[in-house]
């Protein structure tokens, strides 16, 4: 059992309480998982006027709506961090699929692609009342696209310099980071420091940057060593997205890459990766 917390991943413990206190909504005997990286405990979550009220043994609690999740699990609502919901959020604003799996928040704007203006983006979201939250990125093949087209460049001083402040600009409109899709036109045609410049821009206003890497073959190690260099340069979390290596003859390198997360890790590096599941036929 699945219940949208008001803060996602963080529970207001104030679960002592052993008085018969009376609430809307009372999920009992549950295995709880509080987001925190601790154990899952069993216990019971009260719910008043929509928010977590107390969370813990609540034995003498009583509530309008008592639901017994034995056997169940109570966590928070998931994250999904690379989603290309991309104009399907305009269609279906309840995002059945996402409640369905206990997805309460997701991040768009994903491999290098997102809506230029973020603050129309929003407002868009705003005015169809989507069920869950959404964030965005703001990507930057739709940057380098904006000021430059599909040329095969570098890009001018001038040009980069404009490139920053439409970083900046979806920043403060609210972007949460900088996506790249290196294996894409345009992205494919800019080099690691035009990236690194932009991460900058992100970087100032505590963006994350979030790449589909250049290449996921015969160069893999190369490419994951990029996007921990942008990171390192640009002094910013790093998210390596659908992390793998594709083609037979790459087969079992993930055993290279993800040492390269993990040294960057131990370095101090802020370095994540996410992947997605896949069916062999």
Known sequence: ?????????????????????????????????????????????AVQAGKIAAIGKLDRAKAKRII??????????????????????MVTPTADNFIHDGVTTVVTGNCGGSSLNMTKYFARLDSVKTSI????????????????????????????????ELVEKAMQDGAVGLSTGLIYVPGTYSKTPEVVALAKAAAKHGGV??????DEGDNVTEAVSEAI????????????????????????????????????RKEGLDVTVDQYPSLRR
């Not at 056997?71 to 919901?85: E, K, N, Q, R, S």
């Open 1 to 45: 059992m699945l219940l949208r917390f008001t803060c996602l991943l963080t529970f207001v413990f104030m679960a002592k309480t052993s008085l018969a206190q009376s609430y809307d909504i009372l999920i009992k005997n549950g295995r709880i998982i509080d987001g925190t990286g601790n154990s899952w405990y069993y216990g019971d979550v």
């Open 133 to 164: 939250n959404v964030a965005s990125l703001i990507g930057h093949n739709t940057i380098r696209r904006a000021v430059m087209g599909d040329a095969q460049r570098d890009p001018t001083a001038e040009e980069l310099a404009q490139m920053e």
């Open 209 to 214: 940057y979030a790449s589909h890497i250049r």
């Open 68 to 89: 017994d999740a034995t056997g169940l699990v109570v966590a928070p609502g998931f994250i999904d961090v690379h989603t290309h919901i991309e104009g399907n959020e």
């Open 229 to 264: 260099a942008i990171g390192r340069a640009a002094n910013m979390p790093v998210e390596i997205s659908h992390f793998k290596v594709t083609y037979k003859p790459n087969w079992g390198r993930s055993v290279e890459t993800l040492a390269l997360v993990d040294n960057a």
